[in-house]
């Protein structure tokens, strides 16, 4: 049985009203930034699973990416989030960026659940 503590950055609901306020960012819009960022995590935490970046994709999910490999996911993933919340919601480059920052953590600690359910069952 793999455990997988939820680590979730101290303040985190702090920081995500904060950068939600500094964007200018109504109610409809926020809701729209989570699912968009969790749809896009867990899309592409599958199609990495699926290639077999299993062990990758677990140090992504503890928030520890300590191989070069699994660095270049988390930006990877970092880089599609923002590229997705600018083009589907129109936000600026520097606004989607820093929701990115502070709500990837919140995102990778809740879905990793989602995700090790899927793993077990495709093994």
Request: proline share 4%; charged share 30%.
């Amino acid at each position: 049985m793999i455990h997988m503590p939820a680590f979730i950055p101290r303040n985190a609901d702090e920081k995500l009203r904060a950068v939600l306020k500094w964007g200018r960012l109504r109610q409809e819009q926020a809701n729209d930034v989570i699912l968009i960022t969790k749809d896009t995590v867990l899309g592409f935490l599958r199609r990495q699973l699926e290639r077999g970046n299993w062990r990758e994709v677990l140090e992504v999910l503890k928030g520890k990416p300590m191989t070069q490999a699994s660095r270049f996911m988390l930006h990877e993933l970092r880089d599609k989030i923002v590229r997705r919340l600018i083009f589907r919601l129109g936000l600026r480059p520097v606004i989607a960026a820093g929701l990115v920052i502070v709500l990837l953590p919140i995102i990778l600690a809740k879905v990793s659940g989602e995700v090790i359910g899927w793993v077990r069952n495709r093994h």
